[in-house]
């Protein structure tokens, strides 16, 4: 571990660097309930009194010119005591690697410590979303309701494919202009053995024929399932509903309204794609604390 000088007494005992190999996992519980790359690089801060252990890390992995980072800390460790401390030493590391911009993996909220945190060190909004949560039942019954009332008028040529026998491929073009997941991400999340990943055959990619025009990626997260994207190509706005509806009769279908799924959340662009901030709205949705995406150049 590299020594570590800092004016906090309380890190005084501190050092930063990458962890051993024997240390590794160790230093991955403090991600335990973050989803890293498996190609994440990890810089850990080793505090030696009383008994060495890590306090805080930062997770980072290349992505073309961008490095993803995670960060994470010790329950009782105060997030501003550490934050610099890590930033400065993944902005050094990302550098020796050629990197040209620092970016958080995960969206923040303007609420959440390290959104305060990561814009005092000079972060900014690359791309911010709009969430919404949907009570399961109620979607349930409105998808049902809509799919019986509507049937007759999808076009014979249209189905739906989980992606568990598909590509990421199918969907990359489509997801690609919304900017809701970068194409890394979703073929990290479309294994079978992601942590946290796509569920395989509640997710699926909507056809005409053999033509992809829409697709549907959705992960389970406790009592709630996200569907991180919900995309349509379609110009006509009458056969893009037909084509959302039937992106989420898939699924819905699948999965039982008496089941652990409590709560559907839907995302979308800040200003891009509000065709799915529409669509979670019509069914009742209730709009959540807007999200941030930060980045800075190095």
């Keep these: 571990m590299t020594p570590f000088q800092s004016s906090n007494a309380g890190l005084a005992d501190s050092a930063l660097g990458e962890p051993a190999p024997a240390e590794v996992g160790r230093v991955l519980h403090l991600f335990r309930n973050a989803p890293l790359s498996p190609e994440a690089r990890l810089l850990a801060l080793q505090r030696s009194q009383p008994i060495p252990r890590f306090i805080a890390a930062a997770a980072w992995w290349p992505e073309g010119t961008n490095a993803r980072f995670q960060l994470a800390c010790q329950p009782g460790i105060a997030r501003a005591a550490v934050a610099g401390l890590l930033l400065d030493g993944l902005a050094d590391a990302a550098r020796k690697a050629g990197v040209a911009t620092l970016q958080y993996a995960n969206l923040l909220t303007d609420g959440d410590e390290w959104f305060g945190l990561l814009r005092a060190r000079g972060f ?10 949907v009570a399961y039942r109620d979607a349930w019954q409105r998808v049902m309701q809509l799919y019986q009332k509507h049937r007759s008028r999808i076009p014979a040529g ?5 992606i568990r026998a598909l590509p990421p491929e199918a969907a990359l073009a489509l997801i690609a202009p919304h900017r809701l997941m970068p194409p890394a991400e979703i073929r990290h999340y479309w294994r079978a053995d992601a942590q946290a990943g796509f569920e395989l055959d509640l997710s699926c990619v909507l056809f005409d024929g053999e033509r992809p025009f829409g697709a549907l990626l959705t992960r389970r997260v406790g ?5 991180d994207v919900q995309v349509v190509l379609e110009a006509n706005p009458r056969l893009r509903s037909l084509g959302d509806l039937l992106l989420l009769y898939h699924g819905i279908q699948r999965l039982d309204p008496g089941g652990p799924v409590r709560w559907l959340w839907f995302r979308s662009g800040q200003t891009e794609h509000r065709q799915t901030a529409n669509f979670a709205l019509r069914m009742g949705g209730r709009e959540l604390a807007r999200a941030h995406l930060l980045a800075r150049p190095l």
């Design 223 to 227: 009592d709630g399932c996200y569907v």
């Design 158 to 162: 249209w189905r739906t494919e989980a």
């Design 124 to 133: 900014a909004c690359r791309h911010s979303e709009r969430s919404f949560e």
